[in-house]
């Protein structure tokens, strides 16, 4: 291919100005010589053409394919119905038709979900980077294969960065049918013991206007109602423990619906103590006394009442009470009136000194059946005649002392049991043998109740700590009064703060230290789940996986330490898992609660058509009304429109690869030279010739 280019010897600027300067000089030349001054005219424009430096370059080019970016959309969206089937026929035969055409490379994208965020179907994002090594002018055209839900369109056509024409495939039908649960009010954090507030709404098309919405906290039915479509609707739920208390809201399908999976809305709610209040009442004064205040009083979410007994009914001297600095023991109020508001109790070395009679322990027996928690810190007093063993509380001790204590140096150390259990577990220093912590000297000498198991021992392998449960309440028992020496640093002391606040969390229920507990949740990689199994056995069974959509999955767990099985899966899906092992349920929603992708489901043709049209492209659904699929022929256009009623145009742009070049220089060597010498020496020939005539 021959073309003439210019590489000038001075800049154009200059060269415009010296052309203005000859042909003025041109024009006073023909004004006072005549037509001969023509041939001076000549030879300057020789000698301008000769400063531009004209020359012809022969290209030897290669034509190069223009490029067609096919773009299909994997999301969430498109896994829904019959539209993974619709995508995959279309990309086959988009594949094909592509294949015939000789000067276009197609470029398919498939565009999955997101992995991390809520963002959405982000196509154009990446069309974007699946183009960045192609130039814009050799782009013949954009096929998106989609169901028109895409949450990134550009403002214009001028954002998109090239010219080409944008077509829109749409899957789906348009008479589909769904419906959903919209979360209208979501609270994220609950008082526990107290109602929260949700407001909801569903929404559907093509359904009935009613339909029955059923209500569950952490997997079990709580209510079942009926309610208007498209209207708001509340319900309250109590938040039962601390924690994640997941709320989860399903509206029965319709017949023949697009997906169940947005049939469910998942509401994690985080129980939150408003105060934890707890009574600690302290028997005659000893060392230990004021370690269980100092550590109650550390914590800004407890509400602490303690009362000392200092004078005992065996201790009346006549003093007048008119004239003692004591404060009465307000018995009838604490353990009739108001036993119900504290979440704990606790009895340090405490004796039956006939302070509280007979009937004030069987409310205490009562309170922990219906779900309170004791605590029971024992000293001598509990081996002698004034044990609380031998009160009312006896019926749900997990010990019964024999009334002996041993005062001699040990360590405590964990039991077989102990080892396992999340109160004791990894307990800091308990990993060497002996543990490595500072000893007690004291230990009450008890036997634990059949079924009941210690989880620290101490000398001659005594129990040391025994833990029950009664009805819905709970018990410890802690038979020595020597953990101050772990606070005192004595033998360079012990963990006594996380035995005793593990001790007391799990006497008020805290979900992270129950025996058998099943837990999920997501890793940083997004769609990783991590399935943790607590139990108090020594082997455990595979956990059922069940997915949103109801597909179901077993995972078998390794035991990462005693008492702790674990495992880690991929979820395939976005939405909320259901967990089962045993008699135990756990929940777990992968990527967000409600996901975008999930809050439209209908096709779309129109998101897309302004866009698309701006650019020449066009919009159309390949699901026919038969029920069969249309997929419209591919046609290179040049000029004019470019869609038809079964055909989509690509404009090709004749792009071409140069592989050498070859210059020709017109104004440099022997011919120019003699060109330029001939035009001088004929002015000078004929304006000879006319000087001599006249």
């Known amino acids: ?353 006939s302070v509280l009679p007979s009937a004030y322990f069987e409310n205490i027996v009562r309170y922990v059946r219906d779900g309170g928690a004791l605590l029971i810190a024992a000293g001598p007093e509990f081996a002698s005649t004034s044990s609380l063993a031998r009160t009312r509380l006896s019926q749900i001790l997990p010990g019964e002392p024999n009334g002996r204590v041993v005062e001699q140096p040990y360590k405590a150390a964990l039991t077989g049991v102990g080892t396992r259990h999340p109160v004791t577990r990894a307990l800091p220093g308990s990993e060497s043998t002996p543990p490595a912590w500072g000893d007690w000297l004291r230990i009450v000498s008890a036997q634990t109740k059949p079924g009941v198991q210690p989880i620290l021992q101490g000398a001659n392998a005594l129990p040391l700590l025994a833990l029950s449960r009664e009805e819905k309440g709970r018990v410890a028992l802690l038979l020595s009064d020597h953990a101050w020496l772990w606070a005192r640093g004595y033998a360079e002391g012990g963990p006594y703060l996380d035995l005793l606040r593990r001790l007391g969390h799990w006497l008020m229920k805290e979900p992270a230290l129950e025996e058998e507990a099943l837990r999920a949740q997501t890793t940083a990689q997004g769609r990783e789940v991590r399935v943790e199994r607590q139990t108090m056995a020594e082997t455990t069974d595979p956990v059922t996986v069940t997915g949103p959509s109801g597909g179901e999955q077993s995972l078998t767990l390794t035991q990462s330490e005693p008492g702790l099985f674990s495992a880690t899966f991929e979820a395939k899906e976005l939405g909320l898992h259901t967990l089962r092992s045993g008699g135990l349920v756990a929940f777990v929603s992968v990527g967000p609660p409600n996901p975008r992708e999930l809050a439209d489901v209908f096709s779309d043709t129109e998101r897309l058509r302004a866009l698309a049209e701006s650019t020449g492209g066009s919009v159309r659904r390949v699901a026919e009304a038969g029920g069969g699929i249309e997929v419209p022929r591919l046609q290179s256009v040049r000029s004019g429109r470019l869609s038809g009623a079964d055909w989509i145009g690509l404009r090709p742009s004749d792009s071409a690869t140069i592989r050498g070049v070859e210059v020709y220089p017109l104004a440099l060597g022997l011919a120019a030279l003699a060109l330029l010498a001939a035009a001088v020496l004929a002015m000078w020939l004929v304006e000879g010739r006319r000087g001599r005539v006249a």
Do not use: C
């Open 1 to 353: 291919m021959l073309s003439l280019s210019f590489t000038p010897l001075l800049p154009w600027p200059v060269l415009a100005g010296l052309g203005i300067l000859v042909a003025l000089l041109v024009g006073l030349a023909i004004f006072a010589r005549g037509r001969v001054a023509l041939l001076r005219a000549l030879a300057l424009a020789l000698v301008l053409a000769a400063l531009t430096n004209p020359s012809l370059v022969r290209e030897d080019r290669e034509p190069v394919k223009d490029v067609a970016a096919i773009v299909v959309d994997r999301s969430g969206s498109q896994a829904l119905g019959e539209r993974p089937a619709m995508t995959d026929t279309v990309r086959a035969e988009l594949q094909r038709r592509f294949g015939a055409l000789t000067n276009i490379e197609p470029r398919f994208v498939d565009v999955p979900d997101s992995t991390q965020g809520d963002d959405g179907t982000k196509l154009f994002a990446a069309l974007s980077q699946a183009l960045a090594d192609v130039p814009a002018e050799r782009l013949a055209g954009v096929v998106m294969l989609t169901d028109g839900v895409v949450h990134d369109i550009p403002a214009s056509a001028a954002a998109l960065g090239f010219k080409a024409p944008l077509h829109v495939l749409v899957t789906g039908r348009p008479d589909e049918r769904d419906r959903q649960i919209r979360m209208l009010e979501a609270p994220r954090f609950g008082i526990v013991g107290k109602d929260v507030t949700i407001r909801a709404e569903v929404m559907e098309r093509g359904g009935t206007g009613n339909a029955v919405v059923t209500v569950r906290r952490d997997g079990e039915e709580i209510e079942r109602r009926s309610v208007p479509t498209g209207q708001a609707f509340a319900l309250q739920t109590r938040i039962e423990h601390g924690g994640p208390n997941v709320v989860e809201i399903e509206v029965e399908p319709l017949p023949g619906e697009l997906t169940v999976v947005n049939n469910r809305a998942v509401l994690p709610i985080e129980g939150i103590r408003e105060k934890l209040r707890v009574l600690l009442v302290s028997g005659e004064p000893h060392q230990g006394e004021r370690t269980w205040r100092n550590l109650l009083k550390s914590d800004a979410n407890v509400d602490l009442v303690h009362f000392t007994i200092l004078r005992p009914p065996e201790k009346q001297d006549g003093t007048p009470i008119s004239e003692l600095s004591l404060i009465a023991f307000p018995t009838r109020e604490l353990f009739v009136q108001k036993i119900k508001d504290f979440d704990l109790i606790i009895f340090d070395r405490y004796a039956n000194q």
